[in-house]
């Protein structure tokens, strides 16, 4: 089963068992969908532009310094008919390999950026769900 969340920038389904969190406390938004094992989606939301690679050169930065030994390359997303560009990341996090990727693009008149990640032996299978929930969301078109 899934959930929807909807607010008046954006809606997406995600599973029903999972945890979502909003921060609109001021600009950017985030939203956070946390699985029950190790993985979250987390979608920041711009009302401007930004420069799309800025900010994925930020998160892999702070990732970097969070983390340490990052190992970084560049990946795509295939989104429908739209490609996306963007960086996969693998690093450790207490005695855990981690993998996250992040993606940034522009969806009607937000600039979005969103990462996912998950330990790596939950990462295919989590990914798969995190896929979902970004297509969805791009296919909803503003119907929030």
């Known amino acids: 089963m899934t959930a929807?969340?909807?607010?008046?920038?954006i809606r997406f389904q995600y599973p029903e068992n999972w945890t979502i969190s909003e921060d609109n406390s001021g600009e950017p938004i985030t939203i956070t969908v946390q699985s029950p094992s190790s993985g979250f989606w987390t979608l920041v939301m711009y009302s401007d532009d930004q420069d799309l690679n800025e900010l994925i050169e930020q998160v892999v930065s702070a990732m970097n310094e969070?983390?340490?030994?990052?190992?970084s390359?560049?990946?795509t997303l295939e989104l429908?008919?739209?490609?996306v560009a963007g960086y996969e990341?693998?690093?450790s996090c207490l005695d855990l390999v981690v993998t996250a990727k992040t993606f940034a693009l522009r969806h009607n008149d937000l600039t979005l950026l969103i990462l996912w990640q998950a330990e790596s032996r939950d990462f295919d299978q989590l990914?798969?769900?995190f896929q979902a929930i970004?297509?969805?969301m791009l296919?909803?078109?503003g119907e929030a």
């Open 4 to 9: 929807v969340f909807k607010n008046q920038r």
């Open 66 to 71: 969070e983390y340490g030994a990052l190992e």
């Open 73 to 75: 390359r560049s990946t």
């Open 80 to 83: 429908g008919n739209v490609t």
């Open 89 to 91: 990341m693998d690093f």
């Open 127 to 129: 990914e798969l769900v």
């Open 134 to 136: 970004t297509l969805g």
């Open 139 to 141: 296919q909803s078109d």
